[in-house]
Structure formats: C-alpha cells, structure tokens
C-alpha cells in the first residue's frame, strides 16, 4: 500500500486519504475489515466490509482466518479517527504474520462525511 503513513508500533501503516481508500475498495484488491459492534455495522459500514470486532479477536481468531489470509492487502477502521482499535487490530494482525495491512484513520464517520456509498445490512443491493 504504496503512499501510506507508519502509523503506531510494528510496521502498521496508517491511510489519510479518503479517497484512496474508496480507489482500493472500487478497484477490489484490499479486504476491508470494520471492527466497530455488529449494531454499528448494521447501520451502515464501507461497502463490502467484513465486520470482526475487536473484542471477538482472541475468542475467534479461527474464523476471521476463515476470511483472510497473510497475503491479502488488508485496510482496518473503526468508527472515527479518535477511535484506536483499528491500530489494536491491525497490530494484532502483524503480529500474526500479515505484511500488508493499514488503518483508515478517518473511520466509518470520515467515510460517512465524504458521502461515498454506505451499504446498511439486510438492505437491498
């Protein structure tokens, strides 16, 4: 993720621009993963965000594996840029051996405030 900024401990990198994160959603080779609470997700989230929450990590590691391997390229956020457990979960996921992994600081309200598309779940596509 050529362009990013290292962000916190162990090599995350950090992306500050929206709009790059809205080519790598549209253009299709980032997995992005949302760790706020399924209700937050629920209400809308980036378009094709897997939701694992922070707090499921430890107790289900199997299953966020499920969904994503080492070599994915991989874009972290959570709700705002003052919310700090996407840079806990993409730590986490360094530590595990993943090498391309970056946190959206802006979050879902940055997201929400540029006025891209938000899918909501149970809507129609």
Request: proline letters at 6%; hydrophobic letters at 45%; a negative charge.
């Amino acid at each position: 993720m050529a362009g990013a900024n290292k962000a916190h401990a162990v090599d995350v990198m950090q992306i500050n621009n929206p709009f790059k994160v809205k080519r790598l959603v549209e253009s299709g080779p980032a997995v992005v993963v949302d760790v706020r609470r399924p209700d937050m997700y629920e209400l809308g989230h980036i378009p094709g965000a897997l939701n694992f929450p922070l707090d499921d990590f430890e107790e289900d590691e199997k299953a966020l594996l499920s969904k994503i391997t080492p070599e994915d390229e991989i874009i972290v956020y959570c709700a705002s840029v003052t919310c700090h457990d996407s840079h806990t979960f993409a730590t986490r996921l360094v530590e595990m051996g993943f090498t391309h992994v970056a946190v959206y600081a802006g979050g879902f309200a940055e997201w929400e405030a540029m006025g891209f598309d938000v899918a909501v779940q149970g809507a129609d596509p």
